[in-house]
């Protein structure tokens, strides 16, 4: 069990992407608000080590904020 718990891996929950001019983005200060090209019932993209595994979406209970996974994806769905 050892071994397992030295495993690291990034998870990351993508629930939209925007573009813009990287001189915006460095004049952007603390709080700014960045628009997302997505709404509130689209699915989430759920990546491990960048690699997407699941779709998702957000769960909002109280003052928590969560993700629920709708769908898993196949190593052979992801490489395409």
């Known amino acids: 069990m050892n071994a397992v718990e030295k495993v690291y891996v990034e998870l990351s929950v993508v629930i939209g992407r925007s573009k813009m001019p990287i001189n915006q983005l460095l ?3 603390r709080g700014a608000v960045i628009e997302l090209d997505s709404h509130q019932d689209d699915e989430v993209w759920i990546l491990v080590n960048n690699v997407p595994i699941a ?3 957000i769960v909002v209970q109280e003052e928590k904020i969560a993700v629920s996974i709708t769908q898993k994806i196949s190593n052979a769905a992801s490489i395409r």
């Open 27 to 29: 004049k952007m200060g």
């Open 55 to 57: 779709r998702g979406e």
